[in-house]
């Protein structure tokens, strides 16, 4: 006398059970190029001019800045941390660069220093979270607050430096790479990624972060030293935030020290939507390009709405949680029993 | 003597409990019975039309190797899972168990194989965790208390400090915690998953006593383990499973734990692995010198040559554990030194001190950790990384990883493991005996010449032990030292060369070759060496 | 002397030692500097100041005890909508009267909170995107219903900027005493232990029979009535609308759990001690600013003590681990 207690018919629910794995399998990339393609196609049928040359230019050009910071951001996610001194370390590397520029030093030294700041700073972050086991979270927000107030200090918090002038023409969404129709700092993101990929695939420390971001105990039993990939992460982070900041002065024009702000949230946002799990371990860089870019035409999108910057703020943030709903899921408490 | 005599011997043979019998016999309702249970995941069959009644009084083991589907029943069981298809009824009415929480409230409790516990919260909170109440008045909170010290002695027979946060404890006893707070539910159906494989015998058989006692009231239990002698000592009752189907039911006295292992397996598999003579032991490759584990212990010396198996044993917590954490240079003894022989390139008669965990991977100390899930692997991360990542530079070449590298050379370390690469990526789907394989071979890229291993077939079922216990010996025959701990009386008795038995934080008692007997082995766990000497 | 070692003992395993220090340092420095800071004439302005502050540090207590990444980086908007809300559309639908509008306000904190529990506990989204969301949602929404600060609070809130006994029992205390409260019953009934445990090992909760995801809920929705509260009080600091100011206080209340010596991952922590940790932070400011400090130099101290005081934290607790292992053993 077997009672049959499911009473959802086999079919629908083999296709019950066969959509996680039709997610997972999407999960692992592809879903993520569909978004910036669909919310494309969403945009281009909503917004006029939303897919002409010269928006999808500037859209690119926007999305580089945001995507230089995500890079940073994706390696401090990695390790399962979370990096709130990127808006700082912007606004560090544009007033910097742009006071510097101003006084008239040639911009590769400019550009080193900026790095080699971003980088101490980070690796202080990584240090100081892996000797004491501290929160990324709390340790990132004060160094960021540290960093963000020198700054003001430095530069009586008014507007100071001139951006050079070669940046200008660097970013500006007009201009083109020799025979590729897209300003140079497009390319440059593009190609920092794509480095950034073979760090992550192809060498020890870029395999030793996801390890370390999986499982710490582990990874310091398999000879992955925390302190040295969590400096290296989170150098990484603050290199890239500095440079990000120093190329937006080619916007800025001169230095500005909020420059950054809205990128603490825009730059892990652009992690999550590229769907790198903040819990570690899992994710990659180029998802993160794809992530900044669907960011980029998301909010494009609703100013093209002619929503005001507010309610534009609003739909964002509902989007953000929509999107996550696609890949960015937990696993339940049940299946980890 | 056969096997399961001696096994019945080591344990201390304990009278079947006539009541409990009569008991079962008498009531023919079960309080559980499950029929036709079946679950999918994609396309596995993890259980297939699982059928078993648990009377009351009546404790029956359920046996099968892993993956062959226990551990889906009892998740069904416990309301972790729902089925696809059978009927769960309880005290015979047909009841659907959505969550963890509705099975407890129709009396199935559950002791999960993995210790389930807030290591934050006190002892006293875990004990209660998920007793709803209306008010944690005063009063009730010493009443909870009350209940729970008393529930905690009847087992464990000590009193302990409940405020102390469980994080704190020993393993064993945060096996305890989760024991007794299954206990203070007053079970109808107490099911235990793996829930001795952390308990020292001494505790065990408390386990065992107290489970009969409530089986007397009318307690079922459905009991789960991997080692033949704890399920003969308290099962009546056997339900094998093979491949997600129960292949098998039989009656105590129907089967002795041979037959049983046929049953589980499909086939005849050797009772133990055998042991070679000392003769093949090399030149030593550790050396104790002097060494205290804790303050005011005993100093103690002892030797672990090149070909040998050597095994750690005694009771949960008696320094077993520290001592192998110290050869891996994860901790250092309290005085005294650790020498270990050289690495290759280094001359053999120039052991050197191990005082860091790196220096010793150096040496060639490689360590195999007792928690895989915390400190083995990670699992949401392919096989291939969680094989590569200690000797992943080995495959660069200017920097740049070479995976093709990579891949041969596990294929090669997985041979000599005996692991077949199958289509699973992910580490975290293969079997907790598959995991420790590749954890093994993790390592053998090293050159190892020391291998420490620390319970590595806790949770492996018997085929896999069996063929891990084969990787061990051609490991130390190739001429590693293998130092294992092990709480399995059947694995010491029958893997290791000697085995070194600790009470008290200090060596207690070396026993050699055919001296390994399950009763030398529990009287020098107990301490007593008067018979362990006589061995020696 | 065991009684004396173990008292010793106590306070050296409390979580709170570091805050509590830090607050008795710089209330000694407050009180040389500025010798007035408590007189009945200026503790009511300064308790105005400080209540927000830390009600907001209340607030992110129970999201993030209860584990797996819980944070509620939405309680600053949140406040912020509370204030425009009360200000922008209750007072001028005459709908200002204390009965109707402070549970209308306490239901926004708790329906906001719900909503976030929801998508984290039955969603299954991570704690921080969640909020996150809800931080730009709040924010956003908060400027299309008032663009610019404006307007006036009603009766009872004016009320409560003033003080009993001659200044020495500022009313906006009530406001922290209801928080207290209601953490308290919550206490009572077992749900904060619930909330601990869930934070600890939510495995183990939901084994046990705890309905994991009611009790996610349950914290941020708590985390949301409190921030309710803290919205009043920054109604009754500033005494009109303001659209802006809310979100600042999202990171003050993070670093203010954390200087209170809560651990982010969950699992254990105390509501005294973030509520330390706002004030301790908030005497910083009132420390440089009495010392006529330029005000740029508050984002470096704040950024520096906040490090310094983490670190003794974790450096107080690995000593106390090492101990409990030697002990143990």
Not at chain 1, 65 to 80: K, R, S
Not at chain 2, 348 to 368: E, F, I, K, L, Q
Not at chain 2, 425 to 439: A, E, F, M, W, Y
Request: aromatic share 4%; proline share 5%; net charge positive.
């Amino acid at each position: 006398m077997s009672v049959n207690t499911a009473v959802i018919p086999p079919r629908v629910r083999n296709l019950i059970e066969f959509s996680p794995r039709v997610l997972g399998a999407l999960t692992s990339g592809p879903i993520q190029v569909v978004s910036v393609i669909l919310v494309f196609l969403v945009g281009a049928a909503a917004v006029p001019g939303f897919a002409e040359p010269y928006s999808v230019k500037a859209m690119l050009v926007i999305a580089s800045f945001l995507g230089i910071a995500a890079l940073g951001q994706t390696f401090v996610v990695l390790i399962g941390g979370i990096d709130l001194s990127v808006p700082a370390l912007i606004g560090a590397g544009n007033v910097i660069g742009a006071r510097l520029s101003g006084e008239g030093m040639n911009s590769v030294e400019v550009i080193a220093i900026l790095l080699l700041v971003g980088l101490l700073v980070g690796a202080v972050n990584g240090l100081v979270t892996s000797a004491w086991h501290l929160p990324p979270l709390v340790v990132t927000l004060a160094t960021g607050s540290v960093v963000g107030g020198a700054i003001l200090i430095w530069t009586n918090a008014t507007l100071s430096g001139k951006a050079p002038t070669w940046l200008t023409q660097f970013t500006s969404a007009a201009s083109s790479t020799g025979p590729l129709p897209v300003a140079p700092v497009v390319v440059l993101w593009l190609a920092l990624a794509v480095v950034a990929q073979v760090f992550i695939r192809r060498s020890r420390p870029g395999r030793q972060i996801f390890m370390l971001g999986a499982n710490r105990p582990a990874a310091e039993l398999m000879l992955v030293s925390e302190r040295a990939i969590s400096a290296v992460c989170f150098g990484l982070s603050g290199a890239l935030a500095g440079l990000a900041g120093f190329l937006l002065t080619g916007f800025t024009g001169a230095g500005l020290f909020t420059v950054g702000d809205p990128y603490l949230f825009q730059s892990i946002a652009a992690v999550v939507i590229g769907g790198t799990s903040l819990l570690g371990g899992r994710g990659g860089v180029i998802r993160s390009v794809l992530g900044s870019l669907t960011l980029v035409e998301l909010t494009t999108l609703l100013v093209g709405q002619s929503l005001s910057s507010a309610a534009q703020q609003a739909v964002l943030g509902a989007v953000i949680v929509c999107v996550t709903v696609l890949y960015g899921r937990d696993r339940s408490v049940r299946d980890r029993i | 003597m056969t096997n399961s005599e001696m096994q019945d011997a080591a344990i201390g043979a304990v009278e079947p409990g006539v009541a409990r019998t009569a008991l079962a016999s008498l009531t023919s309702k079960a309080i559980v019975e499950a029929r036709g249970l079946s679950k999918r995941f994609g396309a596995t069959r993890a259980l297939v039309d699982g059928s078993l009644s648990v009377a009351p009084g009546e404790v029956v083991a359920l046996l099968g190797e892993n993956g062959s589907g226990k551990s889906t029943l009892v998740k069904v069981l416990s309301g972790v899972l729902s089925p696809d298809q059978g009927t769960i009824l309880v005290d015979g009415t047909a009841v659907r168990l959505r969550s963890p929480r509705a099975a407890l409230a129709a009396g199935i409790v559950t002791v999960f194989q993995e210790i389930l516990a807030a290591r934050d919260r006190s002892l006293l909170d875990n004990l209660w965790l998920g007793h709803g109440s209306p008010v944690l008045s005063r009063p009730a909170v010493a009443r909870r208390r009350q209940l729970a010290t008393e529930a905690w002695r009847r087992l464990a027979g000590h009193d302990v400090d409940l405020d102390r946060p469980l994080g704190e404890l020993t393993l064993m006893q945060q096996q305890i915690c989760v024991v007794v707070r299954a206990m203070l539910r007053n079970p109808k159906l107490l099911i235990l998953d793996e829930s001795t494989s952390t308990l020292d015998v001494e505790l065990r058989d408390r386990l065992f006593d107290e489970v009969r006692r409530r089986a007397v009231d009318g307690m079922g239990c459905l009991f789960i383990s991997h080692r033949m002698d704890e399920v003969m000592a308290i099962a009546d009752q056997f339900v094998a499973m093979r491949t997600g189907q129960v292949v098998g039911i039989r009656r105590r006295g129907e089967a002795d734990a041979r037959d049983l292992i046929r049953l589980i397996s499909g086939r005849d598999v050797e009772a133990g692995a055998r042991r070679t003579g000392t003769a093949t032991r090399g030149p030593a490759a550790i050396r104790l010198d002097a060494v205290t584990l804790r303050p005011s212990t005993r100093p103690f010396a002892a030797t672990v040559c090149r070909g040998e198996i050597v095994g750690l044993a005694g009771l949960e917590g008696h320094g077993q554990d520290e001592l192998i954490r110290c050869l891996a240079g994860l901790q250092t003894p309290h005085s005294g030194e650790v020498y270990v022989a050289g690495a290759k390139g280094h001359a053999d008669d120039d052991p050197a001190p191990v005082t860091t965990y790196r220096g010793g991977v150096a040496r060639g100390v490689v360590y195999v950790p007792r928690d895989r899930k915390v400190e083995g692997m990670a699992d949401v991360l392919p096989i291939i990384d969680n094989y590569s990542m200690p000797t992943l530079g080995r495959d660069s070449v200017a920097g740049v990883l070479r995976p093709r590298r990579t891949k041969s050379r596990f294929q090669r370390d997985a041979r000599t493991v005996n692991f077949t690469p199958g289509r699973q990526d992910s580490i975290g789907r293969l079997s907790g005996g598959n995991q420790q394989k590749v954890i093994i071979a993790r390592w053998l890229a090293a050159e190892p010449r020391v291998i420490l291993l620390n319970d590595p077939t806790r949770g492996v079922d018997l085929k896999t032990k069996h063929e891990l216990y084969e990787v061990f010996r051609g490991l130390a025959d190739a001429g590693a030292a293998v130092v294992m701990l092990s709480s399995e009386v059947d694995e010491l008795v029958h893997l290791m060369d000697r085995v070194l038995v600790f009470h008290d934080g200090s060596l207690s008692a070396e026993l050699a070759g055919d001296d390994v007997t399950p009763e030398s082995l529990v009287s020098a766990y107990f301490g007593t060496p008067a018979i362990a000497a006589g061995g020696n | 002397m065991p009684d004396l070692t173990h008292a010793v003992a106590t306070v050296r395993r409390s979580p709170l030692t570091v805050v509590l220090a830090l607050v008795v340092l710089l209330l000694a420095v407050n009180l040389v500097l500025s010798p007035t800071m408590l007189s009945g004439h200026q503790l009511p302005n300064t308790i105005n100041l400080l209540v927000p502050s830390v009600l907001v540090a209340m607030a992110s207590v129970p999201a993030v005890m209860s584990g797996r990444g819980g944070i509620d980086l939405s309680v600053g908007p949140l406040l912020g909508f509370v204030n425009v809300v009360l200000v922008g559309v209750l007072v001028p639908h005459s709908l200002g009267s204390v009965w109707l509008s402070l549970p209308l306000l306490l239901a926004i904190g708790a329906a906001t909170g719900l909503i976030n529990g929801i998508a984290i506990a039955y969603g299954r989204l991570q704690p921080v995107v969640v909020t996150l969301g809800s931080y730009l949602v709040l924010s956003g929404l908060a400027l299309v219903v008032m663009p610019q600060p404006v307007g006036v609070v009603p009766n009872w809130v004016t009320y409560l900027s003033g003080a009993w006994l001659g200044g020495y029992l500022p009313r906006s205390l009530l406001l922290v005493l209801g928080a207290l409260v209601l953490w308290r019953a919550l206490h009572y009934r077992g749900a904060v232990g619930t909330i601990l445990a869930t934070g600890s090992d939510d495995r183990a909760a939901f084994t046990s029979g705890v309905r994991v995801s009611r009790v996610l809920c349950l914290a941020y929705a708590s985390g949301g009535v409190i921030a309710a509260l803290a919205g009043i009080g920054l109604s009754v600091l500033i005494g009109s609308g303001d659209p802006s100011v809310g979100k600042q206080y999202t990171l003050a209340a993070v670093a203010a759990v954390a200087l209170g010596g809560n651990p982010l991952v969950g699992g254990r922590g105390t509501m005294v001690g973030p509520m330390l940790g706002a004030g301790s932070l908030f005497l910083i400011q009132t420390m440089l600013s009495s010392l006529k400090v330029s005000s740029l130099w508050i984002q470096v101290v704040y950024g520096a003590v906040l490090l310094a005081a983490v670190c003794a934290n974790a450096t107080l607790a690995s000593r106390l681990t090492s101990r409990a292992k030697v002990g143990l053993a």
